[in-house]
């Protein structure tokens, strides 16, 4: 093998690993005695609910400590949760995936109906099928939701690996 080949085969391998040498923290969401419903780890899309306040809070998960969680740049502490929520983004893509496909079929519809002059812009089926999608595409993304609220029992537990 020559050298140049072989430099660039272990800078790749560097390249490789280096990716995942991260810190393993994870954050288990579970009722005590079960076994966890949800693991969370570092880097990993979260939403938080805070005790009163209206509105949830969506960011990257950060840093997990004793009692508490980093989330973007701010602290939060477990006492101060309200609840938790997560996304399937397989199942999410694929909801969003439905309903622009919906959006998408109406518009084609239209669009060729203008073009040929044709009376009505969308007929009963074109609309069932275009409304259907975009339904189920909205329905298919709610399923994607999990949320965890404390009150309900749900505890944090942290593992971490680096230990």
Not at 59 to 86: A, M, P
């Amino acid at each position: 093998m020559k050298i140049f080949e072989m430099k660039t085969l272990i800078m790749l391998a560097f390249i490789f690993y280096s990716g995942l040498a991260f810190s393993q923290q994870y954050l288990y969401i579970k009722k005590p005695g079960e076994i966890p419903k949800e693991r969370i780890g570092l880097n990993e899309r979260i939403h938080i609910k805070i005790k009163n306040h209206d509105e949830w809070i969506s960011g990257i998960l950060k840093e997990i400590k004793g009692n508490s969680i980093k989330v973007n740049d701010r602290l939060f502490y477990f006492s101060n949760l309200e609840g938790i929520r997560t996304y399937n983004s397989f199942v999410k893509t694929l909801g969003t995936g439905l309903w622009a496909g919906g959006a998408l079929f109406s518009s084609i519809a239209i669009v060729n109906n203008l073009i040929n002059d044709e009376r009505p812009l969308l007929t009963n089926g074109q609309i069932v099928w275009g409304a259907g999608f975009g339904a189920l595409g909205v329905i298919v993304s709610r399923l994607s939701r999990k949320t965890y609220w404390l009150d309900k029992g749900y505890k944090f537990e942290i593992i971490d690996l680096d230990e």
